[in-house]
């Protein structure tokens, strides 16, 4: 028997390769489905299952391409009500692999449908469980996500607390949990950075698997400080739940090359939104007008689907060199299929055609501080999470989160100059690129964020730790 976590940092996700005697279970697949193909191929095994723990909000999984591509049967648990072909199994259904045993726990709670998968070893034992987004290592999934549910969140959680006291906790305390996201994941509220770890030690360091936990307690605590979810969510289940377009088709299209005057053009023709994802500051240097900069090297894909509410809206790119394939296939794996393709020869062909260029301020934190120390009534603009900002932040800065900066645009100067800055100058920039874009001229974006400012002398509130802050 094998087991492999699939790790994906960018998206904090995990799938699951699963293989004995020549047969192969998939777990919550990504869209691009080569590698799972060449690790079946290369071990000369078939793929038997696609196993989905739920209908996934933050990312289109590769079940459908996945079963098309090798007649893998698509496994759901109860109440998924997929519309293209899938086996809805039963509670406590077992499926054969090699041989192996996965049985099928339905653990309602973060979505009706939500199922862990335990799996029984060749002689019989309990090792591990596949638990999607019922349990994380340090945190549990969040009850508010499930689309179109007659259930509240409160009625949710108290699915949860059933399904993780009735059918996890009572498995013995050496299995291991695999859980489908970790640590920067939006599914969950303080997950842990490691991403596997033995249930009788979740058992002693989950809060919300405390043994004298009552129901009530655990509704409130899981309930409590939930920020809204990201826009693209709904979409995305909805494309889990109905299919969508083969990722070989959306991958040709996106990586279509365009002359700096076809770019141009089509971006005129089709409304496209001028996607930069170079660094931070290579696209401070210069850029194109109204361009949004998110950079490929953070978290890229999650702030796509913050910050660009439809997942229809036609996209045409700047990347560098070589990493064409990479932004089309990580927009991808949230639903984002309209690219239309890239500029050829990135910005410096842009330059060299003699095109319009802008650019945005980008100063020290040493820099600020002189300027802050000269006149404390400047406008600094903080762009980091409510958490980050209670926990400690300049003592005159606005709050205004990225991932609601649209909501604020009302409260800020159009004339004046705004200083933003966020943790350490990737959202910032960001921020800067989306009220450029916007008509705010007079941005200056403070490298190295709140990290650099805390080593000057400016001003800051009292630190609270962000473990107390509710």
Known sequence: MKVEQIYTGCLAQGAYYIESNGEVAIIDPLREISSYL????KANARIKYVLETHFHADFVSGHVDLAKATGAQIVFGPNAQPTFEAHIAADGEELKLGNVTIKVLHTPGHTMESTT?????????????????TLFIGDVGRPDLAVKSDLTEEQLAAHLYDSLRNKIMTLPDDVIVYPAHGAGSACGKNMSKETTDLLGNQKKVNYA?????????????VTDGLLPPPGYFPMNVKMNREGYANIADVLTQGQQAWSPEAFEAAVNETG?????????ETFAAGFIPNAINIGIDGNFAPWVGALIP????????IADEGREEEVVTRLARVGYDNTLGYLQGGFEAW?????????????????????????????????RKPGEYQAEHVETAQHAPLDYLN????ELPKEEAMYIHCAGGYRSMIAASILKARGFDNVINVEGGFKAIADTDV?????VCPSTLK
């Not at 060449?38 to 191929?41: F, I, T």
């Not at 909501?407 to 009302?410: E, K, P, R, T, Y």
Request: net charge negative.
């Open 272 to 280: 496209a939104l001028v996607l930069d994802t170079r660094k931070p």
């Open 209 to 221: 698997l405390r043994a004298d936990m009552t129901k009530e307690e655990f509704v409130k605590e």
């Open 351 to 383: 330059q060299v055609a003699g095109k319009e260029v802008d650019t945005i301020r980008s100063i020290s934190a040493a820099t600020f501080a002189a300027d802050y120390a000269k006149d404390n009534s400047i406008k600094v603009v903080d762009v």
């Open 459 to 463: 001003p800051r509130t009292a630190y």
């Open 310 to 317: 439809d997942v229809q809206q036609p996209i045409l790119f």
């Open 117 to 133: 998968y335990l799996l029984l070893d060749e002689n019989g034992k309990e090792t591990a469980i596949f638990s999607g987004d």
């Open 407 to 410: 909501d604020h645009l009302a």
């Open 38 to 41: 060449e690790k079946a191929e």
